[in-house]
């Protein structure tokens, strides 16, 4: 389960640093269409105050980026999202998450170098924006990954499996369902994603 840096040995709850139980740090990578909640994710289960790189959008984006259904949404992100979670007492994971537009895409390529893996946030209202993603992942990285659907509340339900075939996913990929804005669903996700990912041929090497 999600835990605070419990293991020091004065009992010491202090997230600013990694236990020095941890023995395995492990890079994730955080990625989704616009918009689909991967700043508020990562900002929900990190435990130390998360590196944003949120810029607020102007009168330039209208037309180029949908706030369809994100009627709070104010601000993008433009170079990355970084924060950290220590998920047992000796693992602990790097969360790095990419800005949503094809615009910035270059940046994957850095982002991901080392990485075991990759979350990918979906919105049920723009599935159709995630298929770019899914290419985009596949072409530029050939990581393994899991699905998080991010619901909205307005947002139509399928079943995962529904989801699968609108996805065109393996079927050894895991989907979950999860509340971007909650601590222990986001972690729920991004453990689903890390046990998946572990078992995967391409992931050693980020490992060692
Ligand atoms: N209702 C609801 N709103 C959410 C949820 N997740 C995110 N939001 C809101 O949706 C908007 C988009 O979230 P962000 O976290 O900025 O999305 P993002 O994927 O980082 O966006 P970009 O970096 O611009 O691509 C924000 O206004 C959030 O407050 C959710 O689970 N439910
Ligand atoms: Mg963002």
Redesign the pocket.
Known sequence: MVSANSDWPDGRSDTRYVAPTVAQSVKILVV????????????SVSEIAPLRT?ET?TSASVGV?SLAG?????????AM?FGRITVSSEVVLYLF?????RRFWDLWEGLAEGAVGALV?VDTRRVEDSFEVFDQLETRTGMPFAVAV?????APKYTTEQLREALDLLPDTPIVL?????KESSAHALITLVEHALHHPASQKALT
């Open positions: 989704g269409a616009f918009g689909v909640g991967k700043t508020t994710l990562i900002g949120e959008m980026d994100l009627d709070e949404k104010s601000t993008t992100t433009v999202d998450g990419t800005p949503g537009q946030i991010n619901e909205f509340p307005d999860c509340d971007a804005r909650n």
